[in-house]
């Protein structure tokens, strides 16, 4: 198992690198070649650490018990209970051996089309008199724009430039859902999501159970829209307006009055929170720049507990902006917090990692809450 973890931790650090280049300029070829080179060395060696995980699965339950229980095996205990829930769904060696050659052309290089291609759109759109051509992240902003003139016309050129695509998307979904069923029919998955269920730790009925009480809550959600149109004084409120702001302001928050707001709300709750975060900031951690090609969207990349994680985030000066900083600083303070596990320990389920970056953004949150000198800036908020 120490030996297995050594591997893995190298294979992590390795391919990690050439996804945060491809992350941060999805037009460059070169790193697009340097992912796909990893890429394959990796599924080469993963290969040859097949046999570990199913000579494991071929244990039976009292064996299994036995592993599971050993003093020596302690620190791996969490990681053999996760595997062991796997057990029933693994095929032969040949037949993973197939699906591991086939990993890196499969639904994974199908969703990495997508994020490539759809980072490198620009779409044109009219703001004022002026026609700007922009990226998706840039258009996206200007649907929390205080003008629903701004709104509209900023939905409209996103819908025109996806619709131009639309063949291309429609394939890339469809394909992509006809891979992930053949692969849960093939290992025998009882129901459509139990892959995702078993990365994630959580049961069947936790998620059912969520999902009842989202549904039985959708009119909380009415309610919330209904006051909001009534507030802007908007009938019927459309898609566009679902971001509008109910405080028309055109500030721009400077990065490092974001910073600010960020550092004092993590240091307001815990002073090892706040100098966690801070080393972010005085180490170059975080990748902000809004660039040409860039990926979208904001992540916090967590490696290993022997680097410290990589953020990267898509800044612009809004409140939300901040509050999305705040987020992925969540997951890297949680990173960082986490590197006194051993590697297969490391690497959190969704459940528990969105919990993290939730904290820190809602300690952003009711710091500029409190800081509020009005009820028109706190209802805003």
């Known amino acids: 198992l120490i030996d297995y973890e050594v591997i893995w931790e190298k294979l992590y650090k390795v391919g990690d690198y050439p996804s945060l280049l491809v992350s941060s300029d999805t037009?460059?070829?070169a790193f697009k070649s340097l992912d796909k080179k990893i890429e394959t060395k990796i599924t080469e060696i993963r290969n040859h650490l097949l046999f570990f995980e199913l000579e494991l699965f071929e244990l039976d339950e009292a064996e299994w018990d036995n592993l599971v229980s050993h003093p020596k095996l302690a620190d791996f205990r969490h990681f053999l209970l996760a595997l062991r829930q796997w057990k029933p769904y693994h095929l032969s060696f040949l037949e993973e051996r197939v699906l591991n050659e086939k990993a890196p052309t499969s639904s994974g290089a199908l969703g990495?089309?997508?994020q490539n291609f759809i980072s490198g759109m620009t779409f044109k759109v009219k703001v004022g008199k002026e026609t700007k051509t922009m990226s998706e992240t840039e258009l996206l902003n200007l649907l929390h724009h205080h003008s629903r003139g701004?709104?509209?016309?900023a939905a409209d050129a996103f819908s025109a430039g996806l619709t131009r695509e639309s063949g291309l998307f429609t394939d890339l979904y469809n394909y992509s859902i006809q891979d992930y069923a053949v692969e849960n029919k093939l290992r025998?998955?009882?129901?459509?999501?139990?892959r995702r269920n078993l990365s994630n730790e959580i049961t069947k009925e936790s998620v059912e159970s969520l999902v009842k009480a989202s549904a039985e809550g959708m009119h909380l959600a009415a309610r919330y829209y209904a006051l909001k149109g009534k507030i802007l004084g908007i009938s019927p409120l459309h898609e566009?307006?679902?971001y509008a702001s109910l405080k028309a302001t055109k500030r721009v928050v400077p990065y490092q009055e974001a910073k600010k707001i960020v550092l004092d709300a993590y240091y307001g709750f815990s002073k090892k929170m706040g100098m966690v975060v801070e080393e972010f900031y005085k180490n170059n951690w975080i990748d902000a720049k809004i660039r040409k090609g860039k990926r979208g969207g904001a992540f916090c990349s967590s490696p290993s507990p022997r680097l410290?994680?990589?953020v990267l985030t898509n800044f612009?000066?809004?409140?939300?902006?901040?509050?999305?900083?705040?987020?992925e600083l969540g997951h890297g303070a949680h990173g960082m917090l986490a590197r006194g596990q051993h590697f297969l320990d490391y690497n959190t389920p969704l459940t528990t990692a969105e919990t993290a970056s939730v904290f820190g953004e809602m300690l952003v949150f009711e710091s500029l809450k409190n800081q509020a000198?009005?009820?028109?800036?706190?209802l805003s908020l």
């Not at 025998?188 to 139990?194: D, W």
């Not at 612009?316 to 987020?327: F, K, L, N, W």
């Open 27 to 29: 037009s460059n070829e």
């Open 112 to 114: 990495n089309i997508f």
């Open 150 to 153: 701004v709104r509209k016309t």
């Open 188 to 194: 025998g998955h009882k129901y459509p999501e139990e």
């Open 240 to 242: 566009y307006d679902r």
């Open 308 to 310: 410290h994680p990589y």
């Open 316 to 327: 612009q000066g809004s409140p939300r902006d901040v509050m999305t900083e705040a987020h």
């Open 373 to 378: 000198s009005s009820d028109e800036e706190r």
